[in-house]
């Protein structure tokens, strides 16, 4: 769930970079009194993000705006779909347009691309999961988006969980060394947070399983091969995430290897939009 006051410190700052002192365009052409209505366009087929985000920045440009959904989050859409209405002021409608259409068209690009990853390995236990390969400032949306589409989250950010990388275990000498001090550091600071080891070979593999505390344990750029092998070795120890440079022609083969996770950069860094249109009624 997106956190109501982040939400709103967001838009805050979002509308002030684009109206900032005015959006004189709409005030050199249009009165302040005239009333009207427009409607979002759906113009290609996708997944449907961010209806719920859209009604709230309206809300906030003008709280007497309408919203009127006709669709909603996670719905499948084609071309020519009508996915909500707004009714009031004009300028205030025309104000909150570019803002909407980003967040929507980005948080359904999201969904899309998701929700085809997520299809396609339906038919195994694995699970499709999002990255920390962000947009700074709207990670919040998308990874909302990559829930929509039917994904889960993986950590949110640094503070939310322990995930010991290949950069770690250098620094700190080793995987057991790393698992030992994250162990004590949780300890001393009195917290909870669950442990991930990224680990980059077989017997890289074999020393992280010697650990204790470990819940999990990344496999990163393993073939699909040394991926099978990688689940006979841990048994059912702990759970297993693959991860790196895995694609919609790939994942199927590794979800069938019988991992519990398989992270997706893709679904966030370089997903294509889809296209959206907000129209005055005429």
């Given at each position: 769930?997106?956190?109501?006051?982040?939400?709103?410190?967001?838009?805050?700052?979002?509308?002030?970079?684009?109206?900032?002192?005015?959006?004189?365009?709409?005030?050199?052409?249009?009165?302040?009194?005239?009333l009207g209505s427009a409607y979002l366009l759906v113009k290609e087929p996708g997944i449907l993000a961010g209806m719920q985000i859209a009604e709230?920045?309206?809300?906030?440009?003008?709280?007497?705006?309408?919203?009127?959904?006709?669709?909603?989050?996670?719905?499948?859409?084609?071309?020519?779909?009508?996915?909500?209405?707004?009714?009031?002021?004009?300028?205030?409608?025309?104000?909150?347009?570019?803002?909407?259409?980003?967040?929507?068209?980005?948080?359904?690009?999201?969904?899309?691309?998701?929700?085809?990853?997520?299809?396609?390995?339906?038919?195994?236990?694995a699970k499709v999961l999002d990255t920390r390969k962000t947009t700074p400032g709207i990670r919040m949306f998308e990874k909302q988006a990559v829930?929509?589409?039917?994904?889960?989250?993986?950590?949110?950010?640094?503070?939310?969980?322990?995930?010991?990388?290949?950069?770690?275990?250098?620094a700190a000498g080793g995987i057991n060394q790393a698992v030992n001090r994250s162990k004590a550091y949780l300890t001393e600071k009195g917290l909870?947070?669950?442990?991930?080891?990224?680990?980059?070979?077989?017997?890289?593999?074999?020393?992280?399983?010697?650990?204790?505390?470990?819940?999990?344990?990344?496999?990163?750029?393993?073939?699909?091969?040394?991926?099978?092998?990688?689940?006979?070795?841990?048994?059912?120890?702990?759970?297993?995430?693959?991860?790196?440079?895995?694609?919609?022609?790939?994942?199927?083969?590794?979800?069938?290897?019988?991992?519990?996770?398989?992270?997706?950069?893709?679904?966030?860094?370089?997903?294509?939009?889809?296209?959206?249109?907000?129209?005055?009624?005429?």
């Amino acid at each position: 769930m997106i956190d109501e006051l982040l939400l709103s410190d967001f838009l805050d700052r979002a509308l002030f970079e684009d109206v900032r002192d005015g959006d004189h365009t709409s005030l050199a052409c249009i009165s302040n009194y005239q009333l009207g209505s427009a409607y979002l366009l759906v113009k290609e087929p996708g997944i449907l993000a961010g209806m719920q985000i859209a009604e709230k920045v309206f809300q906030k440009v003008d709280p007497s705006l309408k919203f009127i959904p006709h669709l909603f989050d996670g719905e499948l859409v084609k071309s020519g779909d009508i996915a909500f209405e707004v009714q009031g002021p004009t300028l205030s409608i025309l104000t909150a347009e570019r803002l909407v259409l980003n967040l929507m068209q980005r948080m359904s690009g999201i969904a899309t691309v998701t929700a085809m990853y997520a299809k396609a390995i339906a038919h195994t236990k694995a699970k499709v999961l999002d990255t920390r390969k962000t947009t700074p400032g709207i990670r919040m949306f998308e990874k909302q988006a990559v829930l929509i589409g039917g994904g889960q989250n993986h950590r949110f950010g640094l503070y939310d969980m322990i995930l010991i990388k290949d950069n770690h275990v250098d620094a700190a000498g080793g995987i057991n060394q790393a698992v030992n001090r994250s162990k004590a550091y949780l300890t001393e600071k009195g917290l909870s947070l669950n442990i991930e080891v990224e680990v980059r070979s077989l017997r890289e593999l074999g020393e992280a399983l010697k650990c204790e505390g470990i819940d999990r344990i990344m496999l990163d750029n393993f073939s699909v091969e040394q991926t099978v092998q990688a689940v006979e070795m841990v048994n059912g120890r702990c759970e297993l995430e693959s991860s790196g440079g895995i694609t919609l022609e790939t994942i199927v083969a590794y979800a069938e290897t019988g991992v519990d996770y398989i992270s997706v950069g893709a679904l966030t860094h370089s997903v294509k939009s889809l296209d959206l249109s907000l129209k005055l009624s005429k």
